[in-house]
C-alpha cells in the first residue's frame, strides 16, 4: 500500500489554555517582550517574520531562543525542523546537553552523541506523518540513564505557537524558516556511528558517565538530571553566555525566571516524567553538580566537536535519492489504518508512550484489527533502535563525508523492513490497552508471538529490576557473605525459609541491649545484672512508662554518637523469636 502523506491536515487550530499561558509565564519563557505570539483563528501556522513555529511541551521542556548550536546542529545533520520532534525527544536533548555541562563538564559532545543515540521515523506503512514524525532513541547496546518519560504526552500537538527567533552574534538563522509542506527523508545520519578514533576520545567521557548511574549511594538518574535544569531556572536547548558548569545561581546570567516553588517544581517534573504523585520529586543530585562553586578541576578539558553547521545559515544543495516513505514506526496519533488528521479527534491518543529507556524492540506484525487506546512514542526506548541495513563506513575508510552522511538518504540501498514502533512498551499495564484483538483475520499466530515477546521484555525488565533490588539490600542482610554474581543464586539467598527481616531486627536489638548495659557498666553503678536480664514479667504499661522516661537520656546519647532517630514511638517490649 502507498503511503500516504497528509500534508496539511495534520495541523489544526491551535488550543492553548489559560494553564499554559499561565505556566509559560512562570517559567518566564514569555518575560521577554514579543518572545511569543498565540495563533488566532489560523488552522495551519503562518509565523511573522522573525518567528518560528514551536509547542508549549517543547517549551518547557528545555526550548527556548536563541537555539543552542548543538541542537542546531543535529536539525541540520538529521535533516529536521523542530516540529518533526516529539516532546520526549526534546527532553532527551536537553537532558544529554545538561549531563554534559553540569555533570562532565564538557560542552555537548557530537562524537558522544553519536555513541548514545540515533534516530528513527514515528510513522506507519499507510501514512506518513510530519509533526512528531522522528523520535531520538538510545542505541540498544548502550546502559544510558533510565528516563522515566510519561506514558503519553496528550494532545501536544495541539499546543502549537510561535517563538521569536534571537540572533545571538554565532549565527544568522538559529532555526530554519518552517516549512510545513517539508517531508521527512531518513538519511544516513540517522544511524551514524562514532569512528574509532571518535571512540577513543569518547571513552573516558562514557566511563564516567556509568560511574554516575552506578556509585551506590550517589547514583545520578535521569529525573534527578530534569530536575536540575528545571530547579535552576536554565533553559539547556538556549543559547548561553555561560556553559552550565559556571552557572551562579540567583544572579545567574542565563536564568529566565525566579525559582519554582516546591511544588510547582513537583508538578512540572510530574508533568513531563512518568512520575505520579506518590513518587517523591529529587530536591538534590545523587553527586554534586558543576557549578561556579564547584569548579572544574585544573586542566579539565572542556573543548568538543558539535554537528557541523551550515555556513551562514545556508545549506549546500545535495541531491536526495528518494523519500523516505516506507514508515518505519506506528505513528503517534493512528488507530490502524486510519485517514484522519492526527488532530481530528480527542480520542486519538497523541502520545509518546514508554516508561523506560530500557524496552528491547518486538515483532513487527499485521495491526489491522488491533484496538489502541493509546499509540506509543519509542523515542525514550533503547528498542526503538533496531538497526537499519546500511552500514557506515569504519574509521579506515575517510572517503565518508559528513556532510554526505547527512544529505543521502538510504533510499540508494535496500529498504528496511516496516518496524511498528507502538508495539514496545515495558509498562505491563499498557499491554491490555496496546495490545487488545479484535476478531483478528489470518494472522493468529503473528498476534501470539507479538504478545509473547511483549511479555517476555517486561519478563525482561522485571527480572533486571529485581537484580538491582537484591543486589542493594545484600550487604544489608548478608554482611559476611561475598555477593553471588549469578542473579538465581542471589535469588536464592532470599528464598530462605528464615525471615531475614526478623534476623535485621534482632540483630539490631542484640546491639541496643549490649550497648545499654555497656553505658550502665560505665556509670560505676551498682546493678543488680540477675534482675536487669529478667524482664518477662515487666507489664506492657509499666514498660511503656519505663521506655517513655528513657526517651530524654537516650536522645542525648544518640545525638553524641550522631544518629538522629526516627520519630515513630518504641514502646514495644523486645521482639523475640
Known sequence: MATEDLGNLEWERSKISQQD????????????????????????????????????????????????????????????????LTPNSILHISIFITLCESFLGVQPNWSLWK??????????????????GVVICVRPDVEYFDVKFPDSVQGWRKKWLYIREENHGSVEDNIPPFDGAE?????????????????????????????????????????????????????????????????????????????????????????ISS?????????????????????????HATASPLPPLPEGGEVEERAIVTDDNQGTSRPESEAAGSRKSAASSEKDAEAEATSSTRSPPSAASPRSKRKRDEAVDTGTSKAGAARAEETVPDAGKKALDLYEAALISSGDEEEDAPIDETARTSTSRRTHQEYELE??????????????????????????????????LFPYFFK??????????????????EDLGLQLRQEGLKVGVEGT????????????????????????KKWQSLIKAAKPNSKKILATLGYKPAPAPSSSKPEVK
Open 115 to 132: 555513541r548514545i543515540f540515533l534516530c528513527r521515523r514515528n510513522g506507519s506503512s499507510s501514512v506518513a506523518y510530519n509533526i512528531g
Open 480 to 497: 559476611k557473605k561475598e555477593e553471588p554474581a549469578i542473579f538465581i543464586d542471589l535469588a536464592k539467598c532470599f528464598t530462605s525459609q
Open 183 to 271: 517531508k521527512i527523508c531518513r538519511r544516513r545520519s540517522w544511524d551514524a556511528e562514532a569512528t574509532d578514533a571518535e571512540k577513543a576520545a569518547t571513552e573516558a567521557l562514557m566511563t564516567r558517565i556509568h560511574e554516575l548511574q552506578n556509585t551506590r549511594g550517589q547514583e545520578l538518574s535521569g529525573i534527578q538530571i530534569t530536575a536540575y535544569f528545571l530547579r535552576i531556572r536554565v533553559q539547556p536547548l538556549q543559547a548561553r553566555k555561560n556553559p552550565l558548569w559556571m552557572y551562579a545561581g540567583d544572579k545567574d546570567v542565563d536564568r529566565l525566571s525566579v525559582d519554582l516553588s516546591v511544588n510547582d517544581l513537583a508538578k512540572l517534573v510530574r508533568k
Open 517 to 540: 548495659i555497656a553505658l550502665v557498666a560505665n556509670s560505676q553503678q551498682n546493678v543488680d545484672w540477675a534482675r536487669v536480664g529478667d524482664a518477662e514479667d515487666i507489664e506492657t
Open 275 to 299: 512520575l505520579n504523585k506518590k513518587d517523591s520529586v529529587p530536591t538534590s543530585c545523587g553527586v554534586t553538580p558543576y557549578s561556579a562553586t564547584n569548579a572544574l578541576p585544573q586542566n
Open 439 to 472: 476478531n483478528p483475520e489470518g494472522d493468529q499466530l503473528l498476534d501470539a508471538l507479538s504478545l509473547l515477546e511483549i511479555h517476555g521484555t517486561e519478563a525482561r525488565d522485571g527480572l533486571a529490576e529485581a537484580e538491582i533490588g537484591l543486589s542493594r
Open 21 to 84: 499561558v499561565n505556566l509559560l509565564k512562570k517559567l518566564g519563557i514569555s518575560g521577554k517582550q514579543d518572545a511569543l505570539r498565540f495563533p488566532k483563528e489560523e488552522s495551519y501556522p503562518a509565523p511573522p517574520m522573525q518567528y518560528r513555529v514551536s509547542f508549549v511541551d517543547h517549551l518547557i521542556r528545555g526550548l527556548s531562543t536563541p537555539i543552542h548550536d548543538f541542537l542546531r546542529g543535529l536539525l541540520f545533520m538529521y535533516g529536521l525542523q523542530l516540529h518533526h
